[in-house]
């Protein structure tokens, strides 16, 4: 287990350029999530997938945004035309769904640090 | 709406000292609560969870305990170290979201 590892740590693009991010979660984790953090503040729900399943979309992820999971491991996210207010750290976590909806506690990766100038 | 709320949003203390840091939350139907770390630029850090069912989880000098009736949670930390300086963050797996949602973070400092 080598915990969620994301890639890249830091990209830097310029405004209207697209960019890709890559998550790896923990193999065994079911679940798969997206959070948004901007300085001083906390990590923002943007989407979750459940095996390849993309169950949930915060009103956060605009249509520029786009998130995939398509074997149920790796994710990756996709931000279109990017905009400089979508400069921020972009963190990944996994979890394994237990009974009744709950999760197991969620594991986080480092996550990519993006700067649109 | 459900939403978790951290105050103080930056704590400064000498070395040493035993401090607590605070978390509410607006719903009390709850799945479970985890306290995290991050340090600057880096990702979270799970300290502790604490299960709906129980009051109290403990790891080291770190305690956290769970009121869900009032909607509080506490991280007590003991004998505090500069090594402890970093943001801590609560997060709530409120019943039917399938997510955690974060308080915005007390940022801590300990002051050799």
Request: aromatic fraction near 8%; hydrophobic fraction near 30%; include cysteine.
């Amino acid at each position: 287990d080598t915990g969620v590892s994301q890639d890249p740590r830091h990209k830097i693009t310029k405004r209207g350029q697209n960019v890709t991010f890559r998550c790896d979660p923990i193999s065994e984790h079911n679940r798969l999530y997206w959070y948004r953090q901007t300085l001083g503040q906390g990590p923002e729900f943007l989407t979750y997938f459940q095996n390849e399943a993309q169950l949930e979309k915060s009103r956060l992820l605009s249509d520029r945004f786009s998130a995939e999971r398509p074997k149920g491991s790796f994710s990756t996210l996709e931000i279109q035309r990017t905009e400089q207010g979508d400069s921020a750290m972009y963190l990944c976590a996994s979890s394994l769904l237990l009974g009744q909806g709950e999760n197991s506690p969620l594991h986080f990766g480092n996550g990519t640090r993006l700067t649109v100038t | 709406k459900q939403e978790v709320t951290q105050i103080p949003a930056a704590l400064s203390v000498p070395e040493g000292e035993n401090l607590v840091l605070n978390c509410s939350f607006t719903d009390s139907a709850i799945y479970n609560l985890q306290w995290f770390r991050q340090d600057p630029g880096k990702g979270l850090t799970s300290l502790l969870l604490i299960q709906s069912s129980q009051r109290e989880q403990t790891s080291g000098r770190l305690n956290a305990s769970l009121d869900k009736s009032s909607g509080r949670s506490t991280l007590y930390i003991a004998a505090s170290q500069p090594g402890d300086s970093a943001t801590y963050l609560c997060a709530v797996n409120f019943q039917g979201a399938q997510k955690l949602v974060f308080g915005q973070g007390t940022r801590l400092t300990i002051n050799p």
